[in-house]
Structures are given as C-alpha cells and as structure tokens.
C-alpha cells in the first residue's frame, strides 16, 4: 500500500505560481513512478505530469508544457508540482498518484496504469 498526501493549493491570480507536494509513505518511494491529474468542474480527470522512479524522465500534457515543472525528492519521499504562469483555466482539483515500477526509466501518462491516488487539493486562479 502507498499513502499519499497532497498539500499546497490554494487561490492565486492569472500568471502567479504555486508549487504543490505529494509526500508518500507506505513503499520504497523509489521504486513508485508518480504523476499528476486534474480535474475541474463537470470535466474529467485528465493528465498532467508524470515522473519516472528514478527523477530522469517526465512527460506533460501539452496545456502545461513550458509552465509547470515536475521533479521528486527521494529523500524526502515526496513529489512536486511547481505552476508558473498559472490561467483561469488551471483551476481543479489536483490530484498525485502512484504505482510500482520495475523500470527506472518509464512514466505513465494515463490514470489507468496508476494503483494509488491521493485526496486532491485545490487549485483555483483567478482572472
């Protein structure tokens, strides 16, 4: 079992930042690939950003490219999510989520491949 806690929304305005964190607990936190979901409002949940076990790949939705950068501390046991040049549209529930992975390399990029989910913290960005 891995046990994640997300931490770190809040309201901020169009082209502010926010960092979100995702401490785990429960596993090896190296050996559990992470990403990030979100969903807003009468949406679905969608991707976006992953990060392999090792740190050395990641991946991001297209929406959040060149904005948002995802990195872990395995020290720490915790994942990040930092937001720059945050949009209106970057308002949802985000959401941290984990599964074992036997490659150091791979990342996953759809909610399905992902055993693990934490409760979800708010984004809200004004205009």
């Given at each position: 079992?891995?046990?994640?806690?997300?931490?770190?929304?809040?309201l901020?305005?169009?082209?502010?930042?926010?960092?979100?964190?995702?401490?785990?607990?429960?596993r090896?936190?190296?050996?559990?690939?992470?990403?990030?979901?979100?969903?807003?409002?009468?949406?679905?949940?969608?991707?976006?950003?992953?990060?392999?076990?090792?740190?050395?790949?990641?991946d991001?939705?297209?929406?959040?490219?060149?904005?948002?950068?995802?990195?872990?501390?395995?020290?720490?046991?915790?994942?990040?999510?930092?937001?720059?040049?945050?949009?209106?549209?970057?308002?949802?529930?985000?959401?941290?989520?984990?599964?074992?992975?036997?490659?150091?390399?791979?990342?996953?990029?759809?909610?399905?491949?992902?055993?693990?989910?934490?409760?979800?913290?708010?984004?809200?960005?004004?205009?």
């Open positions: 079992q891995v046990q994640l806690v997300e931490s770190g929304g809040g901020e305005q169009a082209g502010g930042s926010l960092r979100l964190s995702c401490a785990a607990s429960g090896t936190f190296s050996s559990i690939a992470m990403g990030w979901f979100r969903q807003a409002p009468g949406k679905e949940r969608e991707f976006v950003a992953a990060i392999s076990r090792s740190g050395g790949s990641t991001y939705a297209d929406s959040v490219k060149g904005r948002f950068t995802i990195s872990r501390d395995n020290a720490k046991n915790t994942v990040y999510l930092q937001m720059n040049s945050l949009k209106p549209e970057d308002t949802a529930v985000y959401y941290c989520a984990a599964r074992m992975s036997v490659s150091s390399a791979t990342y996953y990029y759809t909610s399905e491949k992902y055993t693990y989910w934490g409760q979800g913290t708010q984004v809200t960005v004004s205009s």
